[in-house]
């Protein structure tokens, strides 16, 4: 079984902090993705990345960044984080397929409170 | 702007009855259409997906019925079980755009 996992299921953290997500996949996946996920707005993307050290952005990108030094691991970074940004983060992956229309594996989600 | 459309937001069903979520999308473009599935402390589950070449697909009791020329398609759940509550999601997908775009969600209740 495909399985991704991510470093915190709660997190508490102050404004101003910088933050740090991480995500863990262990089935030698290509694609990797960061969505936040609110109540009323679905699963937003945030940044995904087909490569290692390669990254793009996704339709809310602003206030994130991401690291993707090593093939299963995908980071997401909160510079100086906001109360804007208490969320619930979910990290997925899946094979890269060239014809589209791929199944997207998600880890169990963070949920981040900025206080 | 959200380019996948889904409604109702929440839908409460008796056991044994049909849940049904409808989605509309925009982009032309999209060629793949998945529905996920989450439970409560779970990330989101692929369920089922249907390409537009094909007007429905039937995997069990869940059912996706796709209309191309009305950009729209929906999830139907026969004979819901109260197992089946979660919430669902379904998605557009395009080559072009190299990511998938999602609704904003249904939260199915289904009562003993």
């Known amino acids: 079984d495909v399985k991704v996992t991510q470093s915190s299921r709660y997190l508490v953290k102050r404004t101003g902090e910088k933050v740090f997500l991480e995500c863990v996949q262990d089935?030698?996946?290509?694609?990797m993705f960061w969505y936040r996920q609110d109540p009323g707005l679905g699963l937003r993307l945030i940044y995904f990345?087909?490569?290692?050290?390669?990254?793009e952005k996704g339709d809310i990108p602003e206030g994130y960044s991401v690291s993707r030094e090593k093939k299963e691991r995908f980071s997401l970074i909160l510079e100086s984080a906001s109360t804007n940004q208490t969320s619930m983060y979910l990290c997925?992956?899946?094979?890269?397929?060239?014809?589209?229309?791929?199944?997207?594996?998600f880890g169990p989600g963070t949920r981040l409170t900025v206080t | 702007q959200q380019q996948v459309k889904q409604s109702p937001q929440s839908l409460i069903v008796q056991k044994g009855g049909i849940s049904i979520i409808n989605c509309a999308y925009e982009?032309?473009?999209?060629?793949?259409f998945p529905w996920y599935q989450q439970f409560p402390g779970k990330g989101p589950a692929l369920l089922i997906a249907?390409?537009?070449?094909?007007s429905e697909k039937k995997e069990g009791r869940f059912t996706i019925s796709f209309n191309k020329s009305a950009k729209q398609f929906s999830l139907h759940i026969m004979d819901s079980q109260p197992g089946d509550s979660a919430t669902y999601f379904c998605?557009?997908?395009?080559?072009?755009?190299?990511?998938?775009?999602f609704g904003a969600g249904t939260q199915v209740v289904v009562t003993p």
């Open positions: 998605a557009g997908w395009a080559d072009s755009w190299g990511k998938l775009q």
């Open positions: 997925a992956s899946s094979l890269w397929a060239g014809g589209g229309g791929y199944e997207q594996y």
């Open positions: 249907i390409r537009p070449d094909v």
């Open positions: 982009n032309t473009a999209f060629d793949y």
């Open positions: 990345s087909y490569d290692v050290k390669m990254k």
């Open positions: 089935m030698d996946h290509e694609n």
